[in-house]
């Protein structure tokens, strides 16, 4: 299948051609859908806690987190293009002229270029956009009075000016404040100081970005770091990391043999956030909180996401400790049927874990063995917000290929919506993932897990791409949150919707919560 210098290009991707061969299979056989069984709901399988008992997580969280590692782990890749897609289609618009570019200044709902451009001065963004519009000779005001707006969005956008079209989202001004503006990636610096700090005042924070990004974070960081150690009496340790290209995915034509492009190279893709797994299991510490780098909030909005953070985490606490006599239990030679009862009783109470039905004519061995393999897993406590709009991927109860029932968080694309019974499941959900997760990964004995041993294989998705004119199809592995999660232990907790913020769209930074 592969010639002498293409089988050099995998090694020096690092992918071995075992995994290579694999890929090309699943290309073939494609992924199953997913089963879903149910939603999951308050009370079954989604737990509730009102405001007293939030507080009494968060305050067990702050009395019991002081001598473990903690790591803010903050998805960061890419480029923030997709922001901006609707102002990028403005300027194609304009340069082709015609009565596209009037129908598109007669709507001034928002979302619209006419708001945008009503609304500049609100933009984190706004001074500098100015600085660099006068340091070029335009007059903001001449631009506003001619109507000449696709200049002020070719200068945030285009090279010449901010160049926020090619940026990470990262790195863009999303807040204000009193004589300056934040970045999402300072946001996170504040958010470890008010849950990710360890009683040796150190607070660690893991930025994942791509590479040709690695410079520019560095420089950011390295210039605003000084600032919020002296504004919280701490020392930040902040770790990138890339993407590695030993987890890209080859692509194929569509008759699931090797593209290759006009040059007869072959084309890797980057396999999808599910790649971050290798990533998260290069950590070393004992509580890990996950959040995308846009779900961010300035200062008047954090002390209620403050709040629900430190609560999951608490939870998660008390969990691992209840997980972890209990495992030590299974290993004791004083362990009995009440015992195993209890355990077992916990799992499916407490853990989300449906014991098999064949778990009663199990003698005790079988018992303690079994308890011993669905308790000794990694953890992961996950905030999970009220559907206010049409429901998508989220929270349900799934069935694998092995007949085990789980719960998961499934994707709209893992879900088959030609299917009447999967699609009324689906659209039954009553919450969604924002993905607000806090992990434990590490056993009773705190020994790190090997992640990867808990990833499902089987939850990969195939999508078609083009390259070089030619359709592609391109092979994504099972999403960090998704499959490569699917074998953990997983506890959901309802959170409010203010602790789900994300800037899909540059107009979402007008939205009360960044403002």
Same mark, same amino acid.
């Given at each position: 299948?592969?010639?002498?210098?293409?089988?050099?290009?995998?090694?020096?991707?690092?992918?071995?051609?075992?995994?290579?061969?694999?890929?090309?299979?699943?290309?073939?056989?494609?992924?199953?859908?997913?089963?879903?069984?149910?939603?999951?709901?308050?009370?079954?399988?989604?737990?509730?806690?009102?405001?007293?008992?939030?507080?009494?997580?968060?305050?067990?969280?702050?009395?019991?987190?002081?001598?473990?590692?903690?790591?803010?782990?903050?998805?960061?890749?890419?480029?923030?293009?997709?922001?901006?897609?609707?102002?990028?289609?403005?300027?194609?618009?304009?340069?082709?002229?015609?009565?596209?570019?009037?129908?598109?200044?007669?709507?001034?709902?928002?979302?619209?270029?006419?708001?945008?451009?009503?609304?500049?001065?609100?933009?984190?963004?706004?001074?500098?956009?100015?600085?660099?519009?006068?340091?070029?000779?335009?007059?903001?005001?001449?631009?506003?009075?001619?109507?000449?707006?696709?200049?002020?969005?070719?200068?945030?956008?285009?090279?010449?000016?901010?160049?926020?079209?090619?940026?990470?989202?990262?790195?863009?001004?999303?807040?204000?404040?009193?004589?300056?503006?934040?970045?999402?990636?300072?946001?996170?610096?504040?958010?470890?100081?008010?849950?990710?700090?360890?009683?040796?005042?150190?607070?660690?924070?893991?930025?994942?970005?791509?590479?040709?990004?690695?410079?520019?974070?560095?420089?950011?960081?390295?210039?605003?770091?000084?600032?919020?150690?002296?504004?919280?009496?701490?020392?930040?340790?902040?770790?990138?990391?890339?993407?590695?290209?030993?987890?890209?995915?080859?692509?194929?034509?569509?008759?699931?043999?090797?593209?290759?492009?006009?040059?007869?190279?072959?084309?890797?893709?980057?396999?999808?956030?599910?790649?971050?797994?290798?990533?998260?299991?290069?950590?070393?510490?004992?509580?890990?909180?996950?959040?995308?780098?846009?779900?961010?909030?300035?200062?008047?909005?954090?002390?209620?996401?403050?709040?629900?953070?430190?609560?999951?985490?608490?939870?998660?606490?008390?969990?691992?400790?209840?997980?972890?006599?209990?495992?030590?239990?299974?290993?004791?030679?004083?362990?009995?049927?009440?015992?195993?009862?209890?355990?077992?009783?916990?799992?499916?109470?407490?853990?989300?874990?449906?014991?098999?039905?064949?778990?009663?004519?199990?003698?005790?061995?079988? /018992?303690?063995?079994?308890?011993?393999?669905?308790? !000794?897993?990694?953890?992961? $406590? @996950? &905030?999970?917000?009220?559907?206010? +709009? #049409?429901?998508?991927?989220?929270?349900?109860?799934?069935?694998?290929?092995?007949?085990?029932?789980?719960?998961?968080?499934?994707?709209?694309?893992?879900?088959?919506?030609?299917?009447?019974?999967?699609? /009324?499941?689906?659209?039954?959900?009553?919450?969604? !993932?924002?993905?607000?997760? $806090? @992990? &434990?990964?590490?056993?009773?004995? +705190? #020994?790190?897990?090997?992640?990867?041993?808990?990833?499902?294989?089987?939850?990969?998705?195939?999508?078609?791409?083009?390259?070089?004119?030619?359709?592609?199809?391109?092979?994504?592995?099972?999403?960090?949150?998704?499959?490569?999660?699917?074998?953990?232990?997983?506890?959901?907790?309802? $959170?409010?919707?203010?602790?789900?913020?994300?800037?899909?769209?540059?107009?979402?930074?007008?939205?009360?919560?960044?403002?």
């Amino acid at each position: 299948m592969f010639n002498d210098e293409e089988l050099g290009q995998i090694r020096d991707h690092g992918i071995q051609l075992k995994v290579i061969e694999k890929q090309i299979e699943n290309f073939k056989q494609g992924f199953d859908f997913a089963n879903l069984i149910k939603p999951a709901t308050i009370g079954d399988g989604i737990s509730f806690f009102d405001k007293g008992e939030i507080n009494g997580l968060a305050s067990f969280y702050e009395q019991n987190s002081g001598t473990k590692t903690i790591i803010k782990f903050v998805p960061a890749s890419g480029a923030a293009s997709r922001m901006f897609k609707d102002l990028f289609s403005f300027l194609e618009s304009f340069a082709q002229n015609g009565e596209e570019i009037k129908n598109i200044l007669a709507n001034k709902g928002f979302g619209t270029i006419p708001y945008f451009i009503e609304n500049l001065g609100n933009f984190a963004f706004y001074p500098d956009l100015m600085e660099v519009l006068k340091a070029n000779g335009v007059s903001i005001e001449g631009v506003l009075r001619n109507k000449e707006y696709h200049r002020i969005v070719e200068f945030l956008l285009g090279e010449q000016g901010l160049k926020y079209g090619q940026l990470p989202k990262g790195l863009l001004k999303f807040h204000k404040y009193g004589g300056y503006n934040r970045t999402p990636a300072e946001e996170h610096l504040v958010e470890a100081a008010h849950y990710g700090k360890s009683n040796s005042g150190n607070a660690q924070v893991h930025f994942t970005i791509s590479p040709e990004h690695s410079e520019l974070f560095n420089t950011h960081i390295n210039g605003v770091i000084s600032k919020y150690e002296d504004t919280f009496e701490l020392k930040y340790e902040i770790g990138f990391s890339e993407q590695k290209k030993s987890t890209d995915t080859i692509a194929v034509d569509m008759d699931n043999k090797p593209f290759r492009d006009k040059n007869g190279k072959l084309v890797f893709r980057p396999g999808g956030h599910g790649a971050l797994i290798e990533n998260l299991n290069d950590l070393d510490g004992d509580i890990v909180f996950i959040k995308n780098i846009d779900n961010v909030v300035p200062d008047s909005f954090k002390e209620e996401t403050t709040l629900y953070k430190k609560a999951l985490a608490g939870l998660l606490i008390k969990k691992q400790e209840s997980i972890f006599n209990f495992l030590e239990l299974l290993e004791s030679d004083t362990i009995d049927e009440s015992d195993l009862c209890n355990i077992a009783d916990f799992a499916e109470s407490e853990l989300n874990i449906p014991l098999s039905g064949f778990f009663s004519k199990m003698d005790s061995d079988e /018992k303690k063995t079994y308890l011993s393999r669905y308790l !000794n897993r990694p953890i992961r $406590v @996950c &905030g999970m917000v009220k559907n206010e +709009g #049409e429901p998508g991927g989220g929270p349900f109860w799934v069935r694998n290929s092995k007949g085990e029932i789980s719960l998961q968080i499934i994707e709209s694309s893992q879900i088959d919506m030609n299917d009447p019974e999967q699609k /009324k499941i689906s659209q039954s959900a009553t919450h969604f !993932n924002p993905v607000d997760l $806090v @992990c &434990g990964i590490k056993n009773y004995k +705190g #020994e790190k897990f090997d992640l990867l041993k808990f990833v499902d294989p089987e939850t990969g998705f195939i999508s078609i791409k083009s390259k070089d004119g030619r359709e592609l199809k391109a092979q994504e592995l099972p999403g960090l949150w998704n499959g490569a999660m699917a074998n953990w232990t997983s506890i959901f907790v309802e $959170v409010p919707i203010i602790t789900f913020n994300p800037v899909k769209t540059v107009h979402d930074l007008l939205r009360d919560t960044h403002q």
